[in-house]
């Protein structure tokens, strides 16, 4: 049983920072692909990022340039951080094993303006 457990959201003012962090179990992250999604209130979850087992990345056109996936494999724990934060960038923000059911429970991000 995969269990994902984000944390790290909260509130900060527009171009502030955080840093989430998504701890696994039952899961080798290195072996997988992970990615990061958020949902404001009335959308649908967006692709956010998203690390590859082989390492490389990729970004939504909205954050490229502020957020950064990475992956620590000692600690089986993929982190986003991000810079620059804008209030639409409020949403609550889950990380997903990649090509399967897993999701974590999600953390709030406000941005205030």
């Known amino acids: 049983q995969v269990q994902l457990v984000e944390s790290g959201g909260g509130l900060v003012q527009a171009g502030g920072s955080l840093r989430l962090s998504c701890a696994a179990s039952?899961?080798?992250?290195?072996?997988?692909?992970m990615g990061w999604y958020r949902q404001a209130p009335g959308k649908q979850r967006e692709f956010v990022a998203i690390?590859?087992?082989?390492?490389?990345?990729n970004y939504a056109d909205s954050v490229k340039g502020r957020f950064t996936i990475s992956r620590d494999n000692a600690k089986n724990t993929v982190y986003l951080q991000m810079n620059s934060l804008k209030p639409e960038d409020t949403a609550i923000y889950y990380c997903?094993?990649?090509?399967?059911?897993?999701w974590g429970q999600g953390t709030q991000v406000t941005v205030s303006s």
């Open positions: 997903h094993l990649h090509a399967s059911q897993y």
């Open positions: 039952g899961s080798d992250l290195s072996l997988n692909t």
């Open positions: 690390i590859f087992s082989g390492g490389s990345t």
